[in-house]
């Protein structure tokens, strides 16, 4: 499954990624980032920016500026190309999307929990229209894979 070799780069997030932050800072489990980046791309690498948004987050220049400009490594936030050497980083990237749901992570289907399902509404429609329907496609695919990741840890624990 092509899927693999992305879950490994963005496990690695947590088990001693490049960029180090408290761990309560990282609100979105490496699941929902799986989940976050098959539903918006594919996780394809390959397509670098799509209408001004990058990687396989499909990051915008807004929600990078709202997370804080984060850079990869030897890079300066002042440069031109800051940005999308970030979008096009998967670990800048995701810890991107870990920054900006510290800063607007909500409950956005009156569930009463936050969660996942919250934080790619948030991301996909921003946090002041998350509580709107989200777009079929996307919705679809995101909630496929958060289904299949629970029954996968539902089997793998009963094992």
């Keep these: 499954m092509h899927n693999t070799h992305i879950l490994f780069l963005l496990l690695g997030l947590t088990i001693g990624g490049l960029y180090v932050q408290a761990e309560n800072a990282k609100p979105i489990t490496e699941q929902c980032l799986l989940c976050m980046c098959e539903a918006l791309s594919g996780c394809n690498a390959t397509a670098v920016c799509v209408n001004g948004a990058c990687g396989i987050f499909r990051i915008t220049w807004d929600q ?11 890079d300066s936030p002042l440069t031109d190309t800051s940005f999308t050497n970030c979008a096009n980083d998967p670990y ?11 800063k607007y ?17 948030i991301h996909y429609m921003g946090p002041f229209n998350c509580k709107a329907d989200m777009p079929y496609t996307y919705e679809s695919i ?3 894979c958060l289904r299949n990741a629970i029954r996968d840890q ?4 009963s094992s």
């Design 105 to 121: 992570g909500q409950d956005c289907n009156n569930d009463e929990i936050e969660d996942c399902y919250d934080y790619g509404a």
């Design 142 to 144: 995101f909630k496929r």
């Design 92 to 102: 800048c990237a995701a810890d991107t999307l870990q920054s900006y749901m510290v």
């Design 154 to 157: 539902k089997r793998q624990s």
């Design 64 to 74: 990078w500026v709202d997370s804080g400009r984060l850079t990869i490594q030897g």
